[in-house]
């Protein structure tokens, strides 16, 4: 390793070791993984070509994979060795760790699930590929500016990036626009725009490098670089017009996260990539020789929710245009290909393009829709439409081109059912399944927390790696004092790390002994942040008049970034901001409630803040967040949750049991209810002294005395509407804060309970979730020879 990382300094960047940066360092370093990772790489390529396994393809607008050298080495069973050889090299392998960017090319939840997908299909051996698209900026990065959101474009690929490879013979025709032309029932497309998607490919390696899969992202080239005939006419703007729009469809991630933008350039981007996808998966078929009838022996292809839903009639079209198929025979071949996942029931983040623009950037996929559609009216008369009201509906094309579609939790599932494709699924009763979301335990324990792994594999050994539900055999110990204390030590040592890098940041001293009480997720009303700092205004407001009472000392983490055009959301940010403010500085209460809100949350700052948290902060209105994987994360580094029954904090408690959640709130039948009701926000306001004490606070600028106006609007919004019934659970989740409060004070009993969440967690790894995957909708297996190799 030593003499790798040095040849690499020398003959890949040109360096010699005196005079060699961290940066230098990490290149090295990385180049010396990746070659070991091409070493179990490329057998795994060629072993799938080899026996035809069926492939699953995994479409996503989205990765959020943060960085890489530590999951790589962690995989591959070298961080003992990299930090060894850097040692003697006189470098330090968590500084050059540290160094590595994130790569952000997602919002959130959705986008990190697909990442930890890509982690179990390789760890299970699961011949597969990822598709998505390499955006030259992936989310913007988020400043506070006298407490507000300020985006900074993010610059990723400034860097060499030196997972991937490049593959410019890996190229494909997109095309956009023109018009359609039909002889003798054969349909011909003269497109107006065409770029070339190239590939680039990164390794995903499984544990202990058993499998290896690729994640192939799709970069923009132009046909012609540029138009030489039109720059001498005089021409310039339409001599580069090509180079233009290739560049333009990968420039950055739409980052708005669950609201529907319906611009132009994301429908490009969109059929962009999956387009190029669905073309690679045909040739990689083809080249072996295949019937192309056969595909769905192969192929399984999963769309992760609507965004690559022109899957459908892309398939159709190639089937049809290029394969001479019949128009129903590529319908039903279709159909046994792809598989559906919805992550989202809230009506705006609903896709439906206006039909005038989907037929101007796709006419000839817009004829097929039809098609699709009347081919199910034929089939089931008066069923919900694709067409409606002048727009093209997503989810429908998506359903109905799907032969399975899944929810993400037991309790989304179900809603699914009921609310968004209800009509659908009376059709179709067979179609809707469950797959609950997980998490990858490499990551999200393993590499995040190595306090707390390492005491776990010195008890009951490392199977828990690769065997979730291995961890229950800690259960037993919730009742032995030595083990708890271990536990908690390591719990500490994640909360001094914390609390250091909490102090350099930002200037705030925090108390590593006080309750870490956590919310990190994307801002959003239904997410209900407001909820919770309004619940911190309301406990300063009680400390402050006895502080004496035997308080528990709290730090309240907050964490996340709102959509740019996102109002409500960015209000809530300044609120935050304001509050920290007003409450840090209090002399008062200063050893007993601080605010902390470091800004660019991503996925590194999660793997220091998870492992750090007592306390998850997941209370979300009920019925409208799908899953949640965060919550997860959580209970699995042994935080306990407080929290609504909503998404998959239903399985966690009953996974971990009623006595270890801390449960408040309405259900989410209940809050249909309550939504019935008439001014149901303000009979709650008037029935809580509390509520009208702080929000009486707040209009009075005690948070904003310079600008005391600053939160009229946002306080109107909860005695107008409350949609999300803040107001109805506030009571509720304040008592429930004091339970939270109490239970901590007891030590041990609190390490019982903690321990006992990690300990019960075993359902919730993503290796769990894509092996439901493999046998409800995919039909595949792990290849033997990695199954064997597990044992
Ligand atoms: C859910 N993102 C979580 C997670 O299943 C769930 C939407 C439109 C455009 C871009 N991004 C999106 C989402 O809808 C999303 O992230 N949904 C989340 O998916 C994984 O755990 O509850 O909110």
Redesign the pocket.
Known sequence: MKNDILRHLRYGLGKDAAHSSTYDWRMALSRALRDRMVDHWIPSTQAAYKSKSKRVYYLSM?FLIGRLVEDMASNLGLVDEARAALSDLGQDYDLIVKDEPDAALG????GR?AACFMDSLATLGIPAMGYGIRYEHGLFEQDFVEGQQVERPETWLQQDHIWEFERPEVEYRITFGGHVEHHHDKAHWHPGETVLATAYDTPVIGWKGRWGNTLRLWAAQPVKVFDLASFNRGDYLSASRSEALARTICRVL?P???TETGKELRLKQEYFFTSASIQDLIRRFMSDGGDIRNLPDAAAIQLN?T?PAIAGPELIRLLVDDHGLKMDEAMALARRCLGYTN??LLPE?LERWPEWLFGRVLPRHLEIVREIEDDHQRRFPGSPRILEHGNVCMGELAFIMAHKVNG?SALHTELVKQTVFADLHKLHPQRIVNET?GITQRRWLKTCNPALSTLITGQIGDGWITDLDELAKLKPLSGDAQFKDAFMAAKRSNKERLSNWVKAEMGIDIDPAAMFDVQIKRIHEYKRQHMNILETIALWNEMKARPDAGWTPRVKIFGGKAAPGYYVAKEIIHLINDVAATINNDPVTKDLLKVVYPPNYNVTMAEMLIPAADLSEQISTAGK?????GNMKFALNGALTIGTLD?ANVEIREHVGAENFFLFGLTADEVMERRTHPGYARAAIDASPRMQRIFGQIVEGRFSPQDPSRYHGLVGTFYDSDYFLVTCDFDSYYDTQRRADEAFKNERNWAAMALTNTASMGFFSSDRTIKGYAKDIWHVGPRPDVAEAAE
């Open positions: 989205e919002n959130g939840g959705l699930l739409y708005d996260d669950t929710d965004h992550h989202t983040a993400v979301n967040e799908a899953s949640g994987t998404g």
